[in-house]
């Protein structure tokens, strides 16, 4: 073995990767196990390939295919955070410089809202979900460099560590952050431990308008990506909304989230969107479909099986005179 | 040498009648294949655009099963796609006796599943539900499918399955092959007999369907079979209506009146599941559950006042007491107290309970299966006995436990027969066993201690004795453990079979070191 090979699989240790027992239980919510049937492209298949001595090049496959939505994580027995495991076996894989700038901007304010780049890329929804969330004191934030930020650490970048301290410094004062990018989620967690951090169906559903609109014939599509990240808190959360306005969910029968994979901003991927939907959409006949993410959302109006397709932030009536300004446009 | 000159006799029958006497008894991993064959066989496997995996990473991953003891390396690995690639496959190990082993969900402990060379054949690539008959209730699956993943589409129409392993990644082909056992077993029997018809492929790489009435001795001999007589590729089994279920936990001192009551039940069709589930001998859990509040209410009115069990208060006052009495044991009391922390809640999420009633219990079971008792190494002996062995063949494998580790826990169910039935023959249903079996895994609680594999398998090998001193059977039947088929059923049924394989599968290819 080379210095390099040493190195490199050496990556992966953070994830507690040598816990895995093999158990394969990952792989019953793992989206591309659902279409591959191949358990080396799995979370427990990578886990037990560095385990035999494997490297993240002999693994490239395994780790490009991965779509990032956390539900292996969310049901490992062992604890493995799976999550970890692929990111940084990316990093290991495409051994790119850290990346720079990535503080935003806006009003400074203890509760700021991170529409991510699909909400930002959508000026209708951007402005329902901002005017929404500014009643309850959420003032939207330029967070384009965090996205950017989030698409390579995503494919293997990492921040650059004076660039991540600057950031952590400019949110002092901030106490709350609804972000739609779930994936942020746990980096947020991590580098803000003092600052709560929700998803946009969270925060959303915690106003009343928003969930008496919900019906018994919806069915509700949570973003996987931040439900997995706080996996014991949501199961609850959304388990008694489910409960409360009789909806239906994307879960499955381990209250993991079942993904579309459109969120993956991994270009190699190997995940058919559209065959995830169908399999969510299996034997259910809702009346109405409503998503929590506009990736999930896309993904559902293509679909030919579904049937009204919204946005959680179309779920509330804002008259037009009140919808927030054009805040993505500044 | 290579394999096609030596007899398969040579090969493959290495566990004669008395291996096992006067040498220690160790763990022993088959002979690694040599490959002598091998690339013939993948060339005109690819030939036919079969794809075979010979990545040394990936045949890594497939080393070992859930036990992580046995360890083996195939040559390749193929993911199972259909009946036809499958018996493609077959047909040329035969010519070049190359043996394949199958492995559904892996979840064999004594390396039943793991492949010492040759071709590993993984079935869970063929995962498909095919056709779910409400009107009949009936699902037709591929057998490589996990029980859960068969149980989450039945869900979608309100349906489910009848009895699996509590274990989401078992497969139903697996499960078939070895028995199955749920907490309902004493009601609705073990998981192979809920089969209705198969799809399998021969050893020698014929499709065939079987059933009761079609091919009935390959039926027969498939079902419990142990992958020996055919690979499992299609099932049709019986399933019902999916009903969340109320479970009620009684616990008892006293591992014998524990056993006596589960007996109790089992025998009265009490209730519609039962099992008893124990922190070592001290904590003897009998849990009852009920698919109905009209069972529920029969079980109060006309059982529970014969059961010797306590509510969770008189448990603890009990405990309370007794402990007090001996202060020098509250280290036990304190474990004691620490895993009933740990469990009660795990076996009771706010989020699989709906109006008091747990729904997905094979979740909620599994998870804490393996969040608790889990690991990467599991060394999980167990007897199967008939109903009068029962208690005293558990109470000794208890004393062995006891003896070798400072914490375990014991599973028991008991297991309804569907008559006489050939398969049960050289199987882990009991010979002597009438109308029920029970049967008990005594699970040691590793946690991070380094017990040498030689005190494990001292540790199996004495519970292992009690099946051959008692005439019992075991649950895991077969891989390290073969030899003491032949010590508990004899040479005479063991060569019954044997003959049997061998007519089967002339080049005995197909699991080779699993069972002969
Ligand atoms: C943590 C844990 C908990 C368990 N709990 C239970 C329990 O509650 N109840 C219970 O009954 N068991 C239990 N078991 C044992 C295990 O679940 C059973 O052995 C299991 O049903 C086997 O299924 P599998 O798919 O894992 O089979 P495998 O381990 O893959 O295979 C079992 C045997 O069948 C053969 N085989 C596999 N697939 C096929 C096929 N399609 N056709 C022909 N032969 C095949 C294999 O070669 C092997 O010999 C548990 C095991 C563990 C590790
Ligand atoms: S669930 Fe966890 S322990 Fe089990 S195979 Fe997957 S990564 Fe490994
Ligand atoms: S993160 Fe999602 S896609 Fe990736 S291995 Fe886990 S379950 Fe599969």
């Known amino acids: ?330 | 040498m290579t394999t096609a000159n030596i007899s398969s006799t040579d090969i493959l029958d290495h566990v004669a009648p008395d291996s096992l006497k006067g040498i220690p008894r160790r763990q022993t991993n088959p002979a690694r294949w040599n490959g002598g064959s091998w690339g013939a066989f993948t060339d005109a496997l690819r030939s036919q655009n079969i794809e075979i995996c010979e990545k040394k990473q990936t045949c890594r991953v497939y080393a070992v099963d859930s036990g992580g003891l046995a360890s083996g390396l195939p040559h390749g690995v193929a993911l199972a796609r259909s009946a036809e690639q499958i018996s493609a496959i077959l047909k040329q190990a035969q010519l070049h006796r190359v043996p394949v082993t199958v492995k559904g969900g892996g979840l064999t402990t004594e390396g039943e599943s793991v492949a010492f060379g040759g071709l590993q054949l993984d079935m869970r690539a063929m995962n498909r539900v095919l056709s779910v008959d409400a009107k009949n209730m009936t699902v037709r699956a591929q057998a490589g499918i996990y029980w859960h993943t068969l149980g989450e589409v039945l869900r979608r129409d309100g349906l489910d399955y009848l009895s699996a392993p509590l274990n989401m990644t078992s497969s139903v082909g697996g499960t078939l092959s070895v028995g199955g056992i749920d907490i309902n077993s004493p009601r609705l029997g073990c998981s192979a007999d809920q089969a209705v018809s198969l799809q399998v492929v021969t050893p020698t790489g014929e499709i065939k369907e079987c059933s009761e009435s079609e091919n009935p001795e390959l039926f027969e001999r498939v079902l419990l079979g142990y992958g020996q007589f055919g690979v499992i590729t299609e099932a049709s089994m019986r399933i019902r209506k999916f009903t969340p279920l109320t479970m009620h936990y009684f616990y008892y001192g006293s591992l014998r009146e524990a056993m006596e009551d589960l007996q109790l039940l089992v025998r009265g069709d009490a209730a519609d599941y039962c099992g008893i589930l124990t922190v070592l001998d001290k904590a003897v859990n009998l849990l009852v559950a009920f698919d109905s509040d009209e069972r529920e209410r029969a079980f109060f009115s006309g059982w529970r006042g014969r059961l010797r069990g306590h509510g969770q208060l008189g448990f603890a006052l009990r405990m309370t007491w007794h402990y007090a009495l001996r202060p020098w044991r509250i280290g036990e009391a304190l474990y004691l107290l620490g895993r009933k922390r740990a469990l009660e809640p795990a076996f009771k999420p706010e989020h699989h309970l709906e109006k008091n009633k747990i729904v997905d219990r094979t979740v909620v079971f599994s998870n804490s299966v393996w969040k608790f008792w889990g690991g990467k190494r599991m060394v999980i002996p167990d007897l199967a006995t008939s109903a009068e062995k029962f208690v005293e063949a558990i109470e000794r494998g208890n004393a062995v436990c006891r003896k070798y580790f400072p914490r375990y826990t014991l599973y028991c169910v008991g297991i309804k027969l569907s008559g006489r039935r050939e398969r049960y023959e050289l199987s882990c249903i009991p010979p002597d066993a009438e109308g029920f079996a029970y049967g008990c895994e005594f699970e040691p609680i590793l946690g991070g201690e380094d017990y040498s594999r030689e005190y494990l398998q001292a540790f199996k090998n004495e519970i292992y004795d009690i099946g051959v001193e008692m005439k019992t059977s075991y649950y895991r039947f077969g891989g390290m453990m073969k030899g003491y088929i032949r010590r508990v059923f004899g040479d005479e049924l063991v060569e019954k079979h044997l003959a049997m394989k061998r007519a089967a599968d002339p080049a005995m290819i197909l699991n080779p070191d699993v069972i002969f």
């Not at chain 1, 990316?90 to 806006?106: D, H």
């Not at chain 1, 928003?210 to 388990?239: M, P, Q, S």
């Not at chain 1, 270009?267 to 009346?287: F, N, Y």
């Open chain 1, 1 to 330: 073995m080379n210095t390099t090979d040493m190195e490199t699989s050496n990556r992966g240790a953070g994830s507690g990767y040598e816990k895995c027992t093999g158990c394969a239980v990952c792989t019953l919510t793992c989206p591309v196990w659902h279409q591959t049937r191949d358990i080396i492209l799995t979370a427990g298949g990578r886990s037990r390939v560095l385990q035999s001595g494997g490297t993240p090049e002999e693994m490239r496959e395994s780790i490009t295919a991965c779509v990032l939505c956390g539900a292996c994580a969310a049901v490992c027995p062992a604890g493995v955070d799976t999550v970890a495991l692929t990111t940084e076996l990316r990093a290991a894989l495409a051994a790119r410089a850290p990346r720079g700038s990535f503080s935003g901007g806006g009003k400074p304010s203890a509760k700021l809202f991170f529409p991510g780049a699909a909400l930002r890329g959508n000026g209708e929804l951007l402005r329902r979900a901002a005017s929404l969330l500014e009643t309850d004191g959420f003032t939207l934030f330029d967070d384009a460099g965090l996205s950017e930020l989030a698409g390579e650490m995503e494919t293997g970048g990492r921040p650059e560590p004076e660039e991540l301290k600057n950031f952590i410094h400019s949110m002092s004062g901030v106490t709350e952050i609804a972000a739609a990018d779930g994936f942020l989620h746990r980096y947020l967690r991590q580098w803000l431990p003092a600052v709560r951090v929700s998803g946009l169906g969270e925060a959303l559903l915690r106003k009343r308008e928003i969930k008496n609109a919900l019906k018994a014939g919806d069915l509700y599509i949570i973003e996987t990506r931040g439900y997995h990240a706080a996996h014991t808190r949501l199961v609850t959360f959304y388990d008694r909304m489910r409960l409360e306005t009789g909806c239906g969910l994307n879960t499955s029968l381990q209250r993991a989230a079942i993904p579309t994979g459109a969120a993956s901003r991994q270009t190699v991927g190997r995940l058919d969107t559209a065959e995830q939907a169908r399999w969510i959409l299996h034997k259910r006949r809702p009346a109405r479909i409503v998503a929590e993410s506009v990736e999930d959302l896309e993904v559902f109006k293509r679909t030919p099986e579904s049937p009204e397709v919204i946005h959680i932030a179309e779920l509330a009536r804002i008259p037009q005179s009140e919808l927030a300004g054009t805040r993505d446009e500044r």
